[in-house]
């Protein structure tokens, strides 16, 4: 048995996005062998500066290819704007055959052919007109300079059928798909042939994609056994939809894989969301991509489209980040944030990051509160300081100056001289300690925060008390 393979083929047009990454995700999940095919065709809309981000990307995100661009496994190239001339041969294999043949009808007559169709209530299909031209007709055309389409001849009263990987069974009947064009009139490759043709050369077995690629399939099928190339399985997954309901977009809540990368956003965390988008996992721990992959099952896939929701993202998030190694964290906060860290208080402040942050900016208030001498405090604040008096905080200024490292011993101390207990006792410390009510367990603060600082912020409120 040849090992699963599936592929992820995106058209280089754009940055990707969480919709088309979840699709090379649950084809990295699903495939045992995963390949990158970079469809490049659209020679207006594609750049190469798009293959290097989206490659960066994939890289980020761990989805790496077995088979494809810079894969040490290179068998053939694997950017459609350098294989012309392989499609080229098929495409004259076809005409040969009498499988397909030059349409030289010009876009306004086919786009008049259109409307009438439309407006006498039929589905708007190629007439087959130029398919009946002869040699000689075919021979004047080409004389009088005209460039025509080529297009392929769909077998009559015929269906083709197939069984989605998750949709099930699916029948299209051949007279409702007219004779579809496969080459442009600039000798470029339609998108579904190359796609077709290469899936099959390159031993795709397994192709997951977008619903809105299935009326294509019939067609692909069509080229493939006219050519008497391989079929892969194929399974179209529902679409995404965005919090308003409408399809994922820009608008309602996308955003690139760049941009979720610069928020703080870890790859483990995209995955976990991501596999869980329109795919049903049994377990609701944070997985690895092994993980991710030993528990993806195709019959898993939903038929209806899923929705995302940014708060799942989030709660991803917050377990990668807590979950996250010591090198891994550290590397996640931006330098500035780094730099303001002791290197004695590196370990203690990435745990008071796993439990206290979920994105590196809120990472780098907690180093500059911590860790730096200017600290804001809001009404809040202050109104909490001069509820706990004067007096509170000078005693526990005495207590952080007789026990600097024990907190247990200045708790003590500020307990029996301050007479104050439970909230009038941690929230007044807590709010002079960091200026804010919120934040990381009080024996942690103390034990990072350098005591003359910790002194210094308890004068300051004793005064702002005043
Ligand atoms: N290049 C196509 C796209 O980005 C690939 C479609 C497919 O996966 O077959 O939509």
């Given at each position: 048995?040849?090992?699963?393979?599936?592929?992820?083929?995106?058209?280089?047009?754009?940055?990707?996005?969480?919709?088309?990454?979840?699709?090379?995700?649950?084809?990295?999940?699903?495939?045992?062998?995963?390949?990158?095919?970079?469809?490049?065709?659209?020679?207006?809309?594609?750049?190469?500066?798009?293959?290097?981000?989206?490659?960066?990307?994939?890289?980020?995100?761990?989805?790496?290819?077995?088979?494809?661009?810079?894969?040490?496994?290179?068998?053939?190239?694997?950017?459609?704007?350098?294989?012309?001339?392989?499609?080229?041969?098929?495409?004259?294999?076809?005409?040969?055959?009498?499988?397909?043949?030059?349409?030289?009808?010009?876009?306004?007559?086919?786009?008049?052919?259109?409307?009438?169709?439309?407006?006498?209530?039929?589905?708007?299909?190629?007439?087959?007109?130029?398919?009946?031209?002869?040699?000689?007709?075919?021979?004047?055309?080409?004389?009088?300079?005209?460039?025509?389409?080529?297009?392929?001849?769909?077998?009559?009263?015929?269906?083709?059928?197939?069984?989605?990987?998750?949709?099930?069974?699916?029948?299209?009947?051949?007279?409702?798909?007219?004779?579809?064009?496969?080459?442009?009139?600039?000798?470029?490759?339609?998108?579904?042939?190359?796609?077709?043709?290469?899936?099959?050369?390159?031993?795709?077995?397994?192709?997951?994609?977008?619903?809105?690629?299935?009326?294509?399939?019939?067609?692909?099928?069509?080229?493939?056994?006219?050519?008497?190339?391989?079929?892969?399985?194929?399974?179209?997954?529902?679409?995404?939809?965005?919090?308003?309901?409408?399809?994922?977009?820009?608008?309602?809540?996308?955003?690139?894989?760049?941009?979720?990368?610069?928020?703080g956003?870890m790859?483990?965390a995209?995955?976990?969301?991501?596999?869980?988008?329109?795919?049903?996992?049994?377990?609701?721990?944070l997985?690895?991509?092994?993980?991710?992959?030993?528990?993806?099952?195709?019959?898993?896939?939903?038929?209806?489209?899923?929705?995302?929701?940014?708060?799942?993202?989030n709660h991803?998030q917050e377990l990668a980040v807590r979950t996250a190694d010591d090198v891994t964290l550290w590397h996640w906060l931006p330098?500035d944030t780094r730099i303001l860290v002791p290197e004695p208080q590196e370990s203690a402040f990435l745990d008071i990051v796993r439990s206290n942050c979920r994105f590196p900016h809120e990472a780098h208030q907690w180093a500059a509160i911590l860790f730096s001498d200017a600290l804001e405090r809001n009404?809040e604040v202050l109104d909490i300081a001069?509820?706990a008096?004067?007096?509170f905080f000078?005693?526990a200024y005495?207590a952080a100056?007789?026990h600097p490292d024990d907190y247990p011993a200045f708790l003590e101390y500020l307990k029996?001289?301050a007479?104050a207990k439970g909230k009038g006792l941690f929230q007044p410390l807590r709010a002079a300690f960091t200026g804010r009510l919120d934040g990381p367990e009080l024996p942690k603060l103390y034990a990072i925060m350098e005591p003359h600082r910790l002194r210094m912020r308890l004068a300051e409120f004793?005064?702002s008390?005043?």
């Amino acid at each position: 048995m040849h090992p699963r393979k599936t592929r992820f083929a995106p058209s280089p047009t754009g940055l990707i996005h969480l919709g088309n990454v979840r699709t090379a995700l649950f084809s990295k999940l699903y495939g045992q062998c995963f390949l990158l095919r970079i469809e490049d065709t659209d020679q207006a809309r594609s750049r190469e500066e798009f293959v290097a981000a989206l490659m960066d990307d994939m890289r980020w995100l761990g989805l790496t290819w077995d088979e494809g661009p810079l894969s040490a496994k290179a068998a053939a190239d694997y950017h459609q704007s350098q294989r012309g001339r392989l499609y080229d041969d098929y495409f004259l294999r076809l005409v040969e055959e009498g499988l397909a043949y030059p349409c030289f009808c010009s876009p306004t007559e086919l786009e008049i052919a259109r409307k009438v169709q439309l407006s006498a209530g039929q589905p708007p299909r190629y007439s087959g007109k130029c398919g009946r031209l002869n040699h000689d007709d075919i021979a004047a055309k080409y004389a009088e300079g005209l460039k025509p389409t080529l297009r392929f001849r769909v077998p009559k009263d015929a269906v083709v059928e197939f069984d989605d990987l998750v949709r099930g069974p699916q029948r299209f009947t051949n007279n409702d798909i007219g004779d579809f064009i496969i080459r442009r009139a600039d000798g470029s490759a339609a998108f579904f042939f190359c796609n077709a043709i290469d899936d099959a050369l390159m031993g795709v077995s397994h192709v997951l994609r977008g619903d809105d690629h299935l009326s294509n399939t019939p067609r692909q099928i069509m080229i493939l056994r006219a050519l008497d190339l391989p079929l892969p399985s194929y399974g179209h997954t529902a679409l995404i939809l965005g919090d308003d309901g409408a399809p994922l977009s820009k608008r309602n809540g996308s955003r690139s894989i760049r941009e979720l990368r610069e928020e703080g956003y870890m790859p483990l965390a995209i995955n976990n969301m991501l596999a869980r988008l329109g795919h049903h996992y049994d377990c609701e721990t944070l997985l690895d991509l092994d993980g991710l992959s030993d528990g993806f099952r195709v019959e898993n896939l939903g038929k209806s489209p899923a929705r995302f929701d940014l708060t799942h993202l989030n709660h991803w998030q917050e377990l990668a980040v807590r979950t996250a190694d010591d090198v891994t964290l550290w590397h996640w906060l931006p330098q500035d944030t780094r730099i303001l860290v002791p290197e004695p208080q590196e370990s203690a402040f990435l745990d008071i990051v796993r439990s206290n942050c979920r994105f590196p900016h809120e990472a780098h208030q907690w180093a500059a509160i911590l860790f730096s001498d200017a600290l804001e405090r809001n009404a809040e604040v202050l109104d909490i300081a001069v509820q706990a008096g004067e007096s509170f905080f000078r005693v526990a200024y005495d207590a952080a100056a007789q026990h600097p490292d024990d907190y247990p011993a200045f708790l003590e101390y500020l307990k029996r001289h301050a007479g104050a207990k439970g909230k009038g006792l941690f929230q007044p410390l807590r709010a002079a300690f960091t200026g804010r009510l919120d934040g990381p367990e009080l024996p942690k603060l103390y034990a990072i925060m350098e005591p003359h600082r910790l002194r210094m912020r308890l004068a300051e409120f004793a005064q702002s008390a005043q």
